[in-house]
């Protein structure tokens, strides 16, 4: 079973930082682009923060400067550092993991159960 465990989401107040971590597991996958997403109320989700498996990254125009992505294959993990943060950072923040299985047969995107980041005024 893919499983994404996700943690580091906080109360913080403006202008704070955190740092959310994403673990993929499970034995016989592959875990190839990795990446944020976040989700408010009555909007759709939308990409933060991605990094190929290579270490490409790509960021929301909202976050450029003040997020970074990174990830340890190794461990199959991604991080989200998140600096400077901003009121309209406050959503619930999702790990995305493309997966395949070892023998190279896609299986798709993959969601963690989300991790929640509010930032006060």
């Known amino acids: 079973q893919v499983r994404l465990v996700e943690s580091g989401g906080d109360l913080v107040q403006t202008g704070g930082s955190l740092r959310l971590s994403c673990a993929a597991s499970?034995?016989?996958?592959?875990?190839?682009?990795m990446g944020w997403y976040r989700q408010v109320p009555g909007r759709q989700r939308e990409l933060v923060a991605g990094?190929?498996?290579?270490?490409?990254?790509n960021y929301a125009d909202s976050v450029k400067g003040r997020f970074t992505i990174a990830r340890d294959n190794a461990k199959n993990t991604v991080y989200l550092q998140m600096d400077s943060l901003k009121p309209e950072d406050t959503a619930v923040y999702y790990c995305n993991a493309d997966v395949s299985l070892r023998n190279g047969v896609r299986l798709g995107n993959y969601w963690g159960q989300g991790t929640q980041v509010t930032v006060s005024a």
């Open positions: 499970g034995v016989i996958f592959s875990f190839n682009d």
């Open positions: 990094i190929t498996r290579g270490g490409v990254t």
